[in-house]
């Protein structure tokens, strides 16, 4: 009998699939998140092309992202628990195909409430994308390597809002915005094509991924605070970065593609970092990506009125928002009080209250003191973040450099 520990050990600590059918499916579930994330933030890219075409305000364009995150916070538990009897191969799958047709229909919506209800919808595929593509990633890979592996998930959805924006930004302006996002319904049907082909299924609890491994009910609410204040303060610059780039720095539109394809290399740059260190230290590479996001966004409010300095504040956003993602999943599935594609599903939803409320606070701040201000209200949020994180830290390490009482002596037996 006490064989069979060792071979079941060496049997956890191995890849638990082929290896390189595990990297083309993971490259398949990172461009589906690269297309989802792409698909939820492009109207801010584009707000200054959609707004007059459908005789919108820029403010209205931005709260397509707001209503979009909505459904996402209110779907993503209920749908990952009607969901969870599937193999999740079929069921990434699935919501990718929503996003195809999602984005398809955006493109030739007729008018603002038509491409509402096809943001609705697409929203409804990436609820339950979210819910469940961690811990199906993680499932392909041995457990040391996770944080990694989680990280280059990671990369399509932290280049999406920072290389797929801007990509599909130029891609309106040279064209019309219905074609940006006609490409990106290309894009998510050919994911979605090499999901079906290369994804293995793989049994959660066989690969150790359908319990958190340091699980703390804890840790997991401190996540969910922290995941709530960064993506508000982040996500208030990201949906308006665009207006802030022409207003504030003052860079001409012809621009404007160029600088957030800067800003997504230096996504790129960040997310790649932090997978080399996410699995030994997530929670003090979530400390630093949130203290250089806080003098980001303090120097775009200081100094975004000069254009080389501005430059230099979106680069320094790029790379530490895009730390933040992975950093935040791994965690998720780390404290996990129970299974992890519930934690992951309520880490979605809390990620996409951060969004919504980021988007709408946005659109209040443009539209009654300006554009210029949305990185001060920004690193508010994002400095709140970074102080829970840090009180937290401390509090973790007084309890584990506070003595343990020592054990009751047993009481002697007299005759």
């Known amino acids: 009998m006490t064989s069979s520990r060792p071979d079941a050990a060496a049997r956890f600590a191995a890849p638990p699939v082929d290896q390189r059918r595990a990297v083309i499916a993971l490259f398949a579930l990172s461009t589906s998140a690269f297309t989802f994330v792409t698909a939820e933030n492009l109207p801010g890219g584009l707000l200054t092309l959609i707004a007059p075409d459908l005789g919108r305000s820029t403010s209205e364009i931005g709260l397509l992202v707001s209503a979009y995150a909505a459904v996402v916070v209110l779907a993503s538990l209920p749908l990952s628990r009607l969901t969870r009897r599937f193999p999740r191969r079929y069921v990434l799958a699935a919501t990718t195909a929503v996003c195809t047709v999602g984005t398809l229909w955006s493109a ?18 990436q609820a339950l994308f979210w819910s469940v593509v961690t811990p199906a990633a993680a499932s392909l890979f041995a457990p040391a390597v996770r944080g990694k592996m989680i990280a280059r998930l990671a990369i399509g959805n932290s280049l999406a809002p920072l290389l797929g924006v801007p990509l599909g930004t130029w891609v309106g302006q040279q064209t019309s915005w219905r074609t940006a996002f006609l490409m990106f319904s290309v894009v998510s049907l050919l994911a979605c094509l090499a999901m079906v082909i290369a994804m293995p299924n793989v049994d959660a609890e066989e690969s150790g991924t359908a319990r ?153 701040v443009v539209a009654t003191v300006g554009v210029s201000t949305v990185p001060l209200v920004g690193a508010v949020f994002v400095l709140a973040a970074l102080a829970v994180v840090a009180t937290d830290l401390r509090l973790t390490a007084r309890r584990a450099a506070a003595p343990r009482p020592a054990p009751p002596r047993p009481t002697p037996l007299h005759p």
Do not use: C
């Open 108 to 125: 030739v919506a007729l008018g603002y409430a038509d491409l509402m209800a096809a943001r609705m919808v697409t929203a409804l595929g």
């Open 212 to 364: 958190g491994t340091h699980p703390s009910t804890r840790r997991f609410v401190v996540l969910m605070v922290v995941t709530v204040l960064l993506v508000t303060g982040g996500f208030m610059m990201i949906t308006f970065v665009t207006q802030f780039v022409l207003e504030t720095a003052g860079f001409p539109d012809r621009y404007l593609s160029v600088l957030l394809l800067g800003q997504g290399v230096a996504g790129m740059a960040g997310t790649l970092l932090t997978g080399q260190v996410l699995d030994k230290r997530p929670w003090q590479t979530m400390l630093v990506a949130l203290g250089l996001l806080t003098g980001s966004l303090v120097l775009l409010w200081g100094l975004g009125h000069v254009p080389a300095l501005a430059l230099a504040g979106l680069a320094l956003f790029g790379l530490a928002f895009s730390a933040l993602p992975p950093a935040l999943s791994f965690l998720a599935m780390q404290v996990a009080p129970g299974a992890t594609e519930s934690a992951t599903a309520i880490s979605s939803s809390v990620f996409n209250l951060g969004i919504g409320g980021g988007a709408a606070l946005g659109a209040l």
